[in-house]
């Protein structure tokens, strides 16, 4: 009895000290595991992925259940650590041990490991261009975790299924294209989660584009619907560009349909639902949305609800510190001028340049100063146009000083023009000198070797000149 009672004891000893022993691993794993994942900048990758090698090689055949989750950060770590260091093959070679290892996990957090070094292992193969290896890492994504109901893997598969649309569009396959964006939409749809909706919203979007590449116009613009229908109340800033583009696409598809009226109240909608939105890109396109619905209005001949259009965009935009946008805001002085003209309106016209070049004229862009250049010449225009060629004649030189020695060789023509219409007003005014020193500036002063458009405007200096010379005999 006492021999048993011995053996007894004994077993009990030894398994504790099974316990202690594996206990301890365990927190020599972890404890290094934490050790080795602290940020630091003075580490480059070499010595990160030997750190990451050496304690792989004293825990990864552990069998602990506890240690699983280390051992799979840790192959994710080594795999992203060799595809930063252009190591593709070996990345490959870590994401694989990874995935074959947890991917029939019972713990859902191992197979959450599993599905995103799938994902991982796709991208890498699509920076290292071996495109042909790339669908087949995303389908065995897809077709394993398709059905599953945990977020992360879920969106593993919305982000493979996007991504594999992408690139099938990218080399023309637009039907198979579809029905990846298909699935993707028929999957994730309903789901309450951020990250699914945005890639939802995004596949809709794209949809929309590649129906528009195969011109089918209805069903892109069906496809714009549903995304407005499905997001219109998300409160996430990503989410809510999109239903602008979608929105500003959806107009250009309408127009293509010949459905004017139509186009203009989707311009319309979106202008007044995003008006006052702080998001830049949005902003931007609330901007180009004025001017295709200006546009269009122009083209019907509704010249005050055109103005109207470019009053309302200035409002808005005026005090914009983005170049682009200033950009557009000459545009829009230009165009407004023009139209305001056409109503008859020549105070407002001219005021309408003037406005314009208070605000560019002295920029150093050297394409607003385009558009101070046309203001300035369409000013003198139709100041002596309409019968006031003194006062033309000082715009006419404002625009001569600052831009007669350009090297823009559409400029260089205005600059001709205005040399010739310069002496057509003074000759008006019986100041005949001064008409053949203007003509004299075109005839002596311009290039046209470099420009031979040039010469035209030359040999018609030289006509008025002439005849400029027959007038005085």
């Not at 583009?245 to 127009?255: E, I």
């Amino acid at each position: 009895m006492a021999f048993i009672a011995l053996d007894f004891l004994s077993y009990f000893i030894f398994k504790s000290d099974g316990k202690s022993s594996m206990n301890s691993i365990i927190e020599q794993a972890k404890s290094q595991f934490e050790s080795l994942m602290e940020p630091s900048t003075e580490q480059d990758n070499e010595t990160r992925l030997k750190s990451y090698d050496e304690w792989l090689a004293s825990f990864s055949k552990e069998q602990a259940k506890d240690l699983q989750i280390y051992i799979a950060m840790m192959l994710a770590s080594k795999a992203s650590c060799l595809a930063a260091m252009n190591r593709i093959d070996d990345a490959l070679t870590a994401y694989d041990a990874l995935i074959s290892r947890f991917i029939e996990a019972e713990d859902i957090n191992l197979q959450i490991f599993a599905g995103k070094a799938l994902f991982d292992k796709a991208v890498t193969l699509r920076k290292a261009k071996r495109n042909e290896e790339v669908h087949p890492v995303y389908d065995e994504l897809i077709t394993r975790f398709r059905d599953s109901q945990e977020a992360e893997l879920q969106i593993c598969v919305a982000k493979a299924l996007f991504n594999k649309a992408g690139n099938l569009d990218a080399v023309e396959k637009d039907e198979e294209a579809l029905s990846s964006y298909n699935e993707l939409i028929s999957l994730f749809s309903g789901s309450e989660t951020p990250e699914l909706r945005n890639n939802v919203a995004k596949a809709l979007f794209y949809k929309a584009v590649t129906l528009k590449k195969l011109e089918r116009t209805e069903e892109e613009i069906a496809c714009y619907d549903q995304l407005i229908s499905l997001f219109s109340d998300v409160d996430d800033k990503e989410v809510q560009n999109g239903i602008a583009k979608a929105l500003f696409n959806k107009a250009a598809a309408l127009y293509h349909l010949n459905q004017t009226d139509e186009a203009i109240a989707v311009y319309d909608a979106l202008i007044q639902r995003f008006i006052d939105t702080e998001d830049d890109a949005t902003a931007k396109i609330v901007a180009n949305s004025f001017f295709e619905k200006t546009g269009l209005l122009s083209e019907q001949g509704r010249v005050e609800e055109e103005i109207d259009g470019y009053n309302r965009f200035l409002a808005r935009f005026s005090d914009s510190q983005d170049p682009s946008i200033h950009i557009m805001i000459a545009t829009a002085l230009i165009n407004k001028a023009i139209s305001l003209a056409q109503a008859g309106q020549d105070t407002e016209a001219l005021a309408s340049y003037d406005d314009l070049l208070g605000r560019f004229g002295e920029s150093e862009d050297p394409n607003l100063q385009l558009y101070v250049a046309r203001a300035l010449f369409s000013k003198g225009s139709h100041l002596g146009d309409h019968g006031n060629p003194e006062a033309a004649l000082p715009v006419y030189d404002d625009f001569l000083t600052r831009f007669s020695k350009t090297e823009n060789g559409g400029l260089q023509i205005g600059v001709a023009t205005t040399y010739l219409k310069k002496a057509i007003y003074l000759i008006s005014l019986g100041r005949l000198d001064e008409a053949e020193a203007s003509y004299n500036h075109l005839i002596n002063d311009m290039d046209a070797e470099k420009n031979i458009t040039l010469r035209q405007y030359i040999a018609m200096a030289q006509q008025g000149k002439s005849e400029l010379e027959k007038q005085r005999a």
